[in-house]
């Protein structure tokens, strides 16, 4: 049994090179300037940028799923993916996921600092997971808890920027969820467009 079902949450070492982790921050911080897009507060998250299903990342649900299907010992489904850029003073509430996150990746795309993603495992354990750029953690996501604590920064302008990858079992409770019940179905190249409150407020009668 893999780690990911014993304990809920499983290390992924070197997911993607430096390099690629390097193109990726550039591209999108290129279109935080392109688009002149304003950092928001998230209740859940606190001062961060957004994007929901970008471009840039799109490639790594391919390279990611049969090392998750070959974790969990069956057919996934891609639900959809979303990087996050966070900054000083930025956190993650403790939380499970809503169903399209059944079975999830945490990509570290730049940091500056460790910063621990905490889980409860499956055990009632609390463990950190700090991943190097390029290095990933997969995790349950709508069973194992999850959070960061705040994020502070050593010096000014300093970023943390992460990519969150997710699945649903093809033949699972969840499955009428593969690309995602709501939003697009498409990667975009104007995802940090999006406004994630209003997604929140628009959709609460079901997120988790």
């Not at 969150?164 to 033949?171: D, E, I, T, Y």
């Not at 699972?172 to 975009?188: A, T, V």
Request: charged share 25%; aromatic share 14%.
């Amino acid at each position: 049994m893999s780690n990911l079902l014993q304990y809920g949450y499983q290390e992924i070492p070197n997911l993607i090179s430096i390099e690629e982790a390097k193109k990726i921050k550039e591209y999108d911080y290129n279109l935080l300037i392109r688009d002149k897009i304003k950092i928001t507060f998230e209740e859940q998250r606190g001062p961060v940028y957004t994007g929901y299903k970008p471009y840039s990342t799109s490639f790594i649900m391919k390279r990611v799923q049969p090392i998750l299907e070959n974790m969990v010992g069956e057919e996934l489904l891609p639900a959809y993916w979303f990087t996050t850029i966070y900054h000083h003073n930025s956190f993650m509430v403790n939380h499970i996921d809503r169903p399209s996150c059944e079975i999830s990746v945490s990509l570290n795309i730049h940091s500056e600092q460790d910063w621990p993603l905490y889980f409860e495992d499956l055990n009632k354990n609390k463990v950190g997971c700090i991943t190097g750029i390029g290095q990933a953690v997969a995790y349950l996501g709508d069973r194992c808890y999850h959070w960061r604590e705040p994020l502070k920064s050593r010096i000014f302008g300093e970023r943390y920027m992460q990519s969150f990858l997710h699945f649903v079992r093809k033949n699972g409770r969840f499955s009428e969820f593969k690309n995602d019940k709501i939003g697009h179905n498409k990667s975009l190249d104007n995802a940090y467009s999006m406004d994630t409150n209003r997604f929140r407020k628009e959709n609460a009668h079901w997120i988790g």
